[in-house]
């Protein structure tokens, strides 16, 4: 499927299919850091290469300052930022 092996490289598999939810890809009940944190490891990433894979999105969608602020906060631009670091 998408030229992958699902066996033998399901790591390029999830890079083919992404990941998304139903409605949202964010929860506002988390912060925008911990939104992040939980799709690095539904992806299997380990808690080290998640926390940097958290850090860059962050930076490069300026929500570096409101990242621990719960998304029920955010207005609605800094929402789409973060689902869309997701």
């Keep these: 499927m998408a030229g992958c ?3 033998g490289d399901p790591d390029g598999m999830r890079e083919a299919i992404g990941l998304t939810g139903q409605f949202s ?3 506002n009940l988390l912060t ?5 944190m939980l799709m690095a490891r539904l ?3 380990g808690a080290k290469p998640s926390r940097s894979r958290v850090t ?3 930076e ?3 929500l570096v300052e ?3 602020e719960p998304l029920a906060i955010y207005s ?5 930022r973060d689902a869309t670091a997701t």
């Design 60 to 62: 490069q969608f300026d």
């Design 66 to 68: 409101p990242a621990r």
């Design 43 to 45: 992806r299997h990433l």
């Design 25 to 27: 890809a964010v929860d």
């Design 76 to 80: 609605g631009g800094m929402r789409r």
């Design 32 to 36: 925008g850091e911990e939104n992040l």
């Design 5 to 7: 092996d699902v066996g």
């Design 56 to 58: 860059e999105p962050l």
